[in-house]
C-alpha cells in the first residue's frame, strides 16, 4: 500500500491508442496526489461546535461587543489552535464572525436592513417550498407538521414561550426540507442559521406568539387541501409579517 505521508506524486497517464496514421497518443493532465489531510475530521467538528455555540447566543440582548477568544476555545474543545483558527475563517465567510485587527474575532451582528433583506430571501424560499409541498409531499408529511404544535393547545403558549421558539425554528426548517429540493435547501441552510437568532429574540414580542401559531394553523391547512396558491401566499405573507415586525419594533439593531 502506498505512504500517503510522502510528498506529493505526479502521474501521468498516456494512451497510445490511436485511430489512424499520424495521430498523435492523447495525454492526460498532470495530477498532483496530495496525502490525505487527517485533520479534516477536526476542522469540521471544530466548526460546526462553534458554529452550535454562535446560534445559541443571545447576541442582541445587548449591545456590547461579544469577543471569541480562540486559545479558551481550543481548550474547551480539546483539540490544538489550528482546526479552530480554520473554522473561525469559515465562519467569517459565511458572515457569522468578524476579525478586526489587533483586537480579535467577533460574533457578527446583523443591522436592521440586513435582517429585512434576509428576511425576504426566505419569503421567496419558503414560499417556493409550500408550492413544492402542495405538489409532492404526503398526507402523513403535512401531518405531522400539525402534530408539532399539539402541545400548545389550551393556553399553554406563554407558558412554554422557550419551548415553543424551538418548535416555531423547527416548523420553518421542515418546510424547507419537505420540499425535497435539494438546491433550495442549501440556499436556505445558511441564510435560516442567521434568522434564528432573530427568531428567537422575536418571538415574544408583543403578540408575536399568538400571530405565529394562527398563521401555521392557516398554513397547514392551506397544504392539506393542496391550495398551491394559498398555502404560498400565507407563508409568503407570515415571513414578511416577521420582516414588518423588525422594520416597526427592532430598535436593537441599529
Known sequence: MPDMTTDKRIVRRVSARSSGPGRAAAVTPLLAIEPIDTSFSFKNKAYAALKNVIVSMDIYRSRSDIRLDERKLAQDFGV???PVREAMAQLEREGF???VPRRG?????????????MITAWAALESMAARLITQNASNEQIASLGRMFATFVG????????EYSEVNIEFHQTI???SGNSVLIK?????FTHMRMIR?????????????IRDHMNII???EARDIARAEELVRNHALGLAEHVEKYADYLD
Request: proline residues 0%; without cysteine; hydrophobic residues 40%.
Open 187 to 191: 440556499l436556505a441552510e445558511n441564510l
Open 105 to 117: 474575532i467577533f460574533v457578527v451582528r446583523k443591522t436592521k436592513r440586513e435582517v429585512i433583506e
Open 80 to 82: 490544538s489552535r489550528t
Open 176 to 178: 424547507i426540507r419537505m
Open 200 to 212: 428567537m429574540k422575536t418571538i415574544g414580542e408583543h403578540d408575536r406568539a399568538d400571530r405565529s
Open 155 to 162: 393556553g399553554q403558549l406563554h407558558a412554554h414561550l422557550d
Open 221 to 223: 391547512e392551506a397544504l
Open 97 to 99: 464572525v468578524r476579525a
